[in-house]
Nanobody, 127 residues
Framework: QLQLVQSGGGLAQAGGSLRLSCAAS????????IGWFRQAPGKVRESVAA????????YYTDSVKGRFTISRDNTNNMVYLQMNSLVPEDTAIYYC????????????????????WGQGTQVTVSS
């Protein structure tokens, strides 16, 4: 079982940067693929990025490719989402989540595959 605690986020201007962190407590963190999801008001939750347990594989939704970078530090049980060149459309509540299945892009994108979720953190980008 994992517990995920998020930090970071907040308010940024368009073109700015923010970094989200996700700290995991529990066993075998490296066995979990980790995803970042976001949900904007009135919209469904969408997958933003994901990373495999050993960082061999990553996934990004098209709208964030080239702007966001997901990374992890298994020694310290941390996952990060570096968000650059932010745009107002990035405004949402962001969640990190852990998935105990083997990596496929389909599993990485599918919120129903994730067992453990962080508490969510607000990201607001002003124009």
């Amino acid at each position: 079982q994992l517990q995920l605690v998020q930090s970071g986020g907040g308010l940024a201007q368009a073109g700015g940067s923010l970094r989200l962190s996700c700290a995991a407590s529990g066993r075998s963190f490296g066995n979990y693929l980790i995803g970042w999801f976001r949900q904007a008001p009135g919209k469904v939750r969408e997958s933003v990025a994901a990373i495999s347990g050993t960082s061999d594989f990553t996934y990004y939704t098209d709208s964030v490719k080239g702007r966001f970078t997901i990374s992890r530090d298994n020694t310290n049980n941390m996952v990060y989402l570096q968000m650059n060149s932010l745009v107002p459309e990035d405004t949402a509540i962001y969640y990190c989540a852990a998935n105990g299945n083997a990596w496929t892009v389909g599993r990485a994108k599918d919120a129903s595959q994730y067992l453990y979720w962080g508490q969510g953190t607000q990201v607001t980008v002003s124009s």
